[in-house]
């Protein structure tokens, strides 16, 4: 057996760049950490000083404020919390339901680019143009404007079939009532999406195998449909609605979209994907004509070529950028405030102002946003290392 070499011995001396390269981090993280505790140190004897109380104590004390729109159970006894997790709530519906329709139609305005069609490639290039470069404030400002004025009031609210409703009070639809079988559907869905992921990944390797094209849309939104079929037979098929209708001051029953809510997911939807867009655009771009000659080799069309050449090979490129959009997507959310939208923002303000609790609220805030925001980060370079060309 040939002999093994020796393990190598770790160079504990100044002469080792690893050694130094050690001390120079530790150095580092302690200054940092010195510097962070005198701030916090500094910060609350001054409070004292002044007579400011300091603490995050408040959050258990009642709240005594309204909240227009919560997606869970919310009252002005509850503590504050309860109110911060309305709020967080609140965002987050805006954030996930802004980044997955700011993706669909901004991936749509990218291809759109790239059409034979000069009117489809025009109406793409203004989109881009005329909605990046208005302010994204401005918009959210329009839009609850525009539906302030345009939207009729509870009295004259228009109707589509009696249970679809457009008004002040913004865009009221039927509700399920909630069962069993709601529950088992919703299973039923998630374990259709697992088995649709499945299949898609198979279909992908097959198609690499063989070249034969087989669906990888409209099979998978059969299974993931199917699947929650299946749940809601089996919970017993219930099918009760609150069905919306016009009171006197609001609409009573049903679920509905505030103004707010759609001034809100509509200006960062229509801002963000107009840069979603150019990342796309920039994707496809970035690949070779001749992967676009290969797959029309083989008897791919266009639509198949994008669809299962082009797009997968542009993903190393798109998912980067597109992250930076999530993110502005998000953190962008919290100029809903400034129309009112309920936001962490909202409601760190009226804490703010009825507690005195400055550092704290603001506090509450900064680690929202970067929660989602590392969150955010951590799963999309997870994607990007999936994603990612393996070369062989």
């Known amino acids: 057996m040939p002999d093994r070499a020796p393990p190598k011995r770790r160079d504990w001396s100044w002469r080792s760049q690893a050694f130094r390269g050690l001390i120079y981090q530790v150095l580092a993280v302690t200054l940092i950490g010195l510097g962070v505790w005198y701030l916090a140190h500094n910060t609350l004897a001054n409070m004292e000083a002044r007579g400011i109380q300091s603490g995050f104590d408040f959050l258990l004390q009642p709240a005594g404020f309204d909240i227009g729109e919560s997606v869970i159970p919310y009252d002005a006894l509850d503590p504050y919390w309860s109110a911060f997790l309305v709020g967080i709530l609140n965002t987050l519906r805006v954030a996930i339901i802004g980044v997955v329709l700011a993706t669909l139609i901004g ?3 990218g291809i759109g680019r ?9 109406f793409c290039y203004g989109y881009v143009e005329l909605f990046r470069n208005i302010p994204v404030l401005l918009q959210l400002l329009m839009w609850y404007l525009l539906f302030a004025d345009v939207f009729p009031a509870i009295a004259d609210a228009l109707s589509l079939f009696g249970v679809f409703w ?11 009532i909630w069962a069993l079988g709601h529950a088992l559907a919703g299973v039923g869905a998630l374990v259709g999406l697992v088995a649709a992921i499945a299949y898609r990944k198979w279909v992908l390797r ?6 034969q094209v087989r669906s990888l849309f409209w099979v998978p939104v059969a299974i993931v449909l199917v699947s929650a079929l299946l749940g809601w037979v089996v919970g017993g098929m219930p099918n ?20 707010e809510f759609l001034s809100v997911l509509f200006g960062l939807v229509l801002y963000t994907s107009a840069f979603i867009a150019e990342v796309v655009r920039a994707g496809i771009a ?38 930076s959009q999530y993110l502005n997507l998000t953190k962008n959310s919290s100029l809903a405030v400034a129309i009112g939208y309920p936001d962490v923002v909202s409601i760190a303000s009226t804490a703010l102002n009825q507690t005195g609790r400055a550092v704290e609220c603001i506090a509450i805030i900064m680690l929202v ?17 999936r994603a990612a060309i393996k070369e062989r």
Do not use: C
């Open 107 to 109: 991936t749509v305005l």
């Open 114 to 122: 790239f059409s034979r069609n000069a009117l489809v490639r025009g």
């Open 166 to 176: 457009i008004s002040k009070n913004g865009f009221s639809f039927p509700a399920p």
């Open 206 to 211: 097959q198609f690499e195998l063989t070249g």
């Open 240 to 259: 009760n609605w609150d069905v919306p209708q016009p009171g006197r001051f609001t609409m009573e029953g049903g679920a509905a979209a505030t103004p």
């Open 286 to 323: 970035s690949v070779s004509h001749g992967q676009i000659e290969a797959a029309s080799s083989i008897g791919l069309n266009k639509q198949q070529s994008m669809r299962l050449v082009i797009l997968p090979q542009a993903l190393r490129v798109i998912i980067p950028p597109i992250t």
């Open 369 to 385: 946003y970067l929660t989602t925001s590392l969150s955010t980060s951590w799963f999309m370079n997870w994607y990007n290392a």
